[in-house]
Structures are given as C-alpha cells and as structure tokens.
C-alpha cells in the first residue's frame, strides 16, 4: 500500500518561511512525479509545484513562482517544499501527490495523481 507522509506545517508570519516534507513508501520513488496542491477553506484544491522523477524537471503555479522552491531525494523517499515569502493567501492545507503517468506534461492537474497524502496545515498570519 503507497502511503505519503506530510510533515511540517505550521503557523508563521508573514514573510516568514516554512518547509514541508512528504515522507514515500510502499511504490519505487523513482517511478513517480511528485506533486504539492493545497486548499484553502472553501475553496476548490489548487496546483502548486510538481517534480519529475528524476527532479530534472519542475513546474510551479504563478502564484508561488520564485517564493517556493520543491526538490526531492530519491535516496530517501521524500519531496520537500521550501517556502519563502509566505503571504496569508498561502494559508491553507497542503497536500502532497503521487503521479505514475508516463510523462511529466499535466502534471499540474489533480486527475494526473494516483496517491495522496493527509494534507498538512498551512497558518500564514498578516
């Protein structure tokens, strides 16, 4: 069974910074694009990065482009989110995904992901 593993979520200022973490078992981690999405209250769950399997290739949403930062290592299972600049509209719960699909194109769409995780929360206060 694929389990993922989120891990450090928290509350922050501001331009404070926060890194998540994805903890990967049970598939070849190697096999899979790896992505975060998040929602907030009341709102619909929304792309933000994607990785590649071999983390030669990323892709991020407009609205975290030069704040986020994913990477992965393949060593040891995990892909980590590194956020900057954190603004209150980042405030939300974080998911992190499994993609088996072939390619890494369309890895910004939910449907493209097979495994998710629990979800970490996300506080950015103002």
């Known amino acids: 069974q694929v389990q993922l593993v989120e891990s450090g979520g928290g509350l922050v200022q501001a331009g404070g910074s926060l890194r998540l973490s994805c903890a990967v078992s049970?598939?070849?981690?190697?096999?899979?694009?790896m992505g975060w999405f998040r929602q907030a209250l009341g709102k619909e769950r929304e792309f933000v990065a994607a990785?590649?399997?071999?983390?030669?290739?990323?892709n991020y949403a407009d609205y975290v482009e030069g704040r986020f930062t994913i990477s992965r290592d393949n060593a040891k299972n995990t892909v980590t989110l590194q956020m900057n600049s954190l603004k209150p509209e980042d405030t939300a719960d974080y998911y992190c995904a499994a993609s088996s699909a072939p390619w890494f194109t369309g890895t910004s769409a939910k449907g493209t992901y097979d495994y998710w995780g629990q979800g970490t929360q996300v506080t950015v206060s103002s």
């Open positions: 990785i590649s399997r071999s983390g030669g290739n990323t």
């Open positions: 049970g598939r070849p981690f190697r096999m899979t694009h």
